[in-house]
């Protein structure tokens, strides 16, 4: 009797009657159906795509700190070469007492102070004022020393106070820009006491103004007290606890 080949027939047959399908294990089937639920998944690509923007958000963000700290620290090298290189090129002022003339009881007597410049460049637009004038010692405060000087000064008073001296020419290394100043005769009895030198001297004070070849303003102050070795054996001049100061930059 002939065998029915019609379950082994219709067994290779697809859904749509068409032949020649290969046969699909049970584990296989498996595996290929979980792969297509998963990819398929809307939560599983709404998640996915919300992690790689979250990492690359983060990785925007490191990357523009370490760029943003970069430059600053460029930006702050850079401040601190050109501050180094000012330093270094400018002109620095400063002043040297040059002593007093004619110092007596009965005649005018004359003091200078003498603004020299060390650096590589000169120093520009000069400018200073001078003021003399005899006073306590110790100073029993700390005066600006701008306004020593009364309003209504006694006749033998030249009051030099803070005259400006206008040098427009710069002020180069080994010249020097020299400030003037007097006082009329200072009579006797002040005269004694400034030559004692216990309980007087004779101040002179004053201001130069000045810039660099970069053009930045500076300045410096000086204040001495001359007492009569000071003058006469030209010993080195004491210098006041106050009014002796500069720009600092």
């Known amino acids: 009797m002939p065998e029915d080949n019609s379950a082994q027939s219709n067994a290779a047959v697809g859904p749509e009657g068409h032949g020649d399908i290969a046969p699909v294990s049970r584990g296989e089937a498996e595996e290929n159906s979980g792969k297509c639920k998963c990819s398929q998944s809307p939560y599983f690509s709404k998640r996915t795509k919300d992690l790689i923007s979250l990492f690359t958000l983060i990785a925007v963000s490191v990357y523009t700190g370490i760029t943003i700290l970069i430059l600053c620290n460029s930006t702050s090298q850079l401040a601190v070469s ?38 590589a460049t000169p120093a520009y637009k000069i400018r200073g004022g001078i003021s003399v004038q005899p006073g306590e010692y110790p100073l ?19 009051v030099q106070q803070q005259e400006a001296f206008q040098n427009s020419a710069f002020l180069s290394p080994g010249n020097t820009f020299i400030l003037r100043g007097g006082y009329w005769a200072l009579g006797q009895p002040t005269f004694d006491k400034i030559n004692d ?19 930045d303003p500076h300045w410096f102050t000086y204040c001495y007290a001359y007492k009569g070795a000071d003058v006469h054996e030209r010993q080195e001049v004491e210098t006041c606890f106050v009014h002796n100061d500069d720009d600092h930059h």
């Open 82 to 119: 050109r501050d180094n290189e000012k330093r270094s090129l400018r002109a620095y002022a400063f002043p040297t007492p040059g002593g007093v003339e004619n110092f007596s009881a009965d005649k005018a007597l004359s003091t200078t102070v003498i603004a020299k410049t060390m650096g």
């Open 140 to 158: 029993q405060h700390s005066p600006s020393l701008n306004v020593i000087v009364p309003k209504a000064a006694p006749p033998n008073v030249i």
């Open 197 to 215: 030198g216990k309980t007087y001297r004779l101040y002179v004070w004053g201001r130069v103004d000045y810039e660099d070849v970069f053009k």
